[in-house]
């Protein structure tokens, strides 16, 4: 019945005497508004008593090693070691976030080993040729350009070089090069994709 | 019989929250077994099993 009156300070002060009991009574009296606390940050139950142990730990080293200076204000400082805590738990798992697999989300949807199965390789192949051959409708000029661009990989600089026409003009001729692609290809209602 | 199709609220979840006993437990089992050992202007942690 005495230690439910007890002030939290004596309570604290008893502990660091060496009263073990007085922890037990602290951490019974505030459970519930430290956990819950923490449940509203991090809406995990098994994150949460992580965090609410680790609280605990913090407190019980600061008591003991006699860090603790008595201000009345026991369980705000509690709460601010929860807090920061959970500001940790956070930073660590933006940069190393963890995925849970659960109804409504699967992680293998999201990551894959970005190879193509067979099928997907054939018709990708099968669009290369078709582009391949599309483009020799285009005009010499824009072929041209477009080629040294998309297969041979070179810059627009090179293709002005080479080409010996401005830059500009070798832009302009790789933006009438895609209108006329996307022309053609609707003309004979053609479907590239994969 | 008559079905409940809604979820209680955060709030009221909140409300029935508590850490596992275990966890009650190891806390009050490492305060005893921790043990500060001051020597000179040093301290040591000893966690006693």
Not at chain 1, 63 to 71: P, V
Request: glycine letters at 2%.
């Amino acid at each position: 019945m005495e230690n439910a009156k007890a002030t939290d300070a004596s309570l604290v002060k008893a502990y660091i005497q060496g009263n073990e009991n007085s922890l037990s009574i602290l951490i019974s009296r505030h459970q519930h508004r430290i956990y819950s606390f923490i449940y509203s940050k991090v809406f995990d139950k098994d994150i949460a008593e992580d965090v609410f142990q680790d609280t605990f730990i913090k407190v019980i080293n600061t008591l003991k090693r006699g860090k603790y200076n008595e201000e009345g204000k026991f369980l705000p400082w509690v709460m601010r070691i929860a807090h920061n805590l959970v500001i940790d738990h956070f930073r660590r798992n933006k940069r190393m976030p963890m995925f849970e697999n659960n109804g409504d989300f699967n992680i293998f949807s999201v990551l894959s080993d970005g190879d193509l199965d067979i099928e997907r390789q054939l018709i990708k192949d099968q669009i290369e040729c078709d582009v391949q051959e599309l483009i020799k409708e285009l005009p010499e000029d824009q072929l041209e350009v477009l080629t040294m661009r998309i297969y041979k990989d070179m810059s627009f600089k090179e293709i002005s070089e080479r080409t010996g026409v401005s830059i500009n003009t070798a832009l302009g001729r790789m933006r009438y090069a895609l209108i006329n692609l996307r022309k053609i290809i609707e003309k004979h209602n053609l479907i590239l994709t994969n | 019989m008559k079905n409940l199709y809604t979820k209680p609220s955060k709030e009221e979840q909140l409300k029935n929250m508590n850490p596992k006993k275990e966890t009650i437990q190891f806390l009050l089992s490492y305060s005893k077994a921790l043990c500060i050992t001051e020597y000179q202007k040093m301290k040591f942690d000893t966690v006693l099993n």
